[in-house]
């Protein structure tokens, strides 16, 4: 099956510092979509990319959406302590005959340690 | 609204006990699936379902049962519990797009 490498696996910053993460993939996907994960909570959209070359902002985070279709990037500028959390990117194949039934392959995860 | 809802939120179960995991959504989605997250592995599918009275394998099926009567409700079953089944377990459901996440089960299995 699909494969989706995340990286790093962790990071830890101060508190004001920009923050960047990317996932790559052997095969190439049709949406990007990133989410957070608090503790002790399920993971919450973030951001959804739906076409190459694609870049979105939602706040001070801003993902991109590959040009190969194989890999994403997300970015946080000036940090702050409540963007603590994992973060997973996760790709999803749309083909025209719908039968990706919506399925999401996920990264590993990239635990965020922010620092005061 | 109530999103996606879990219960339990916290099961320890003995090895070969078996137990049911209930979801339930409000939103009136069509997919619905259960994913395990394990550290260091992300969130791996187990099954999921395009719709009421259809269930299909996911990624990590093995051990692993579900059903899905209603629409509005996944259940994930497991008949004999192993302590490899330890786990974090998520349900989520969507219409195609991005998933609405439960906040999870947290089974051990001793």
Known sequence: ???????????????????????????IFNTWLWYKQDPGEGPVLLIALYK?????????????????RKDSFLNISASIPSDVGIYFCAGQISNAGGTSYGKLTFGQGTILTVHP | ????TQTPKFR?????????????????HEYM??????????????????GEGTTAKGEVPDGYNV???????FLLGLESAAPSQTSVYFCASSQGGGYTFG???RLTVV
């Open chain 2, 12 to 28: 320890v179960l003995k090895t070969g006990q078996s137990m049911t995991l209930l979801c339930a959504q409000d939103m009136n």
């Open chain 2, 103 to 105: 906040s999870g089960t």
């Open chain 2, 67 to 73: 059903s899905r009567l209603k629409k509005q409700n």
């Open chain 1, 1 to 27: 099956g699909q494969q989706l490498n995340q990286s790093p696996q962790s990071m830890f910053i101060q508190e004001g510092e920009d923050v960047s993460m990317n996932c790559t993939s052997s095969s």
């Open chain 1, 52 to 68: 190459a070359g694609e870049l979105t902002s939602n706040g001070r985070l801003t993902a991109q959406f590959g040009i190969t």
């Open chain 2, 33 to 50: 699936y259960w994913y395990r997250q394990d550290p260091g592995m992300g969130l791996r599918l187990i099954h999921y379902s395009v």
């Open chain 2, 1 to 4: 609204n109530a999103g996606v």
